[in-house]
């Protein structure tokens, strides 16, 4: 059983960073056993928007166009976590986010093909 438990939300002012932490649990990694990892971010009356992915064991990495340059996902193989660094905060970026996962041989982008969700962590940035 695959669980997903984002933490490291809260409230900053523009400009400000905030690290985001995933820890996963359930997911065996191996040449044979490939995951797809990403963030997800979804503010209030919106779409449920990716943010930023990591295919593993591939290496491959994916920013959305909205924070690329800014934003960093990272993995830490021994504490099993996933991690988004976020710096350069901006009201635009205020939104709920989501860690999810899926077992697939090549990067995934779309809420869609995401199997494994985690609760939420609340981001908001002031002006």
């Known amino acids: 059983q695959v669980q997903l438990v984002e933490s490291g939300g809260g409230s900053v002012q523009t400009g400000g960073s905030l690290r985001l932490s995933c820890g996963v649990s359930g997911v065996t990694y191996s040449p044979i056993s490939a995951i797809c990892m990403g963030w997800f971010r979804q503010a209030p009356g919106q779409e449920r928007e990716g943010v930023a992915f990591?295919?593993?064991?591939?290496?491959?990495?994916y920013y959305d166009d909205s924070v690329k340059g800014r934003f960093t996902v990272a993995r830490d193989n021994t504490k099993n976590i996933l991690y988004l660094q976020m710096n350069d905060l901006t009201p635009e970026d205020t939104a709920m986010y989501y860690c999810?996962?899926?077992?697939?041989?090549?990067?995934?982008?779309?809420?869609?093909?995401?199997?494994?969700w985690g609760q939420g962590t609340q981001v908001t940035v002031s002006s």
């Open positions: 990591m295919h593993v064991p591939s290496g491959n990495v």
């Open positions: 999810a996962a899926v077992h697939a041989p090549l990067l995934r982008r779309r809420p869609a093909d995401f199997l494994y």
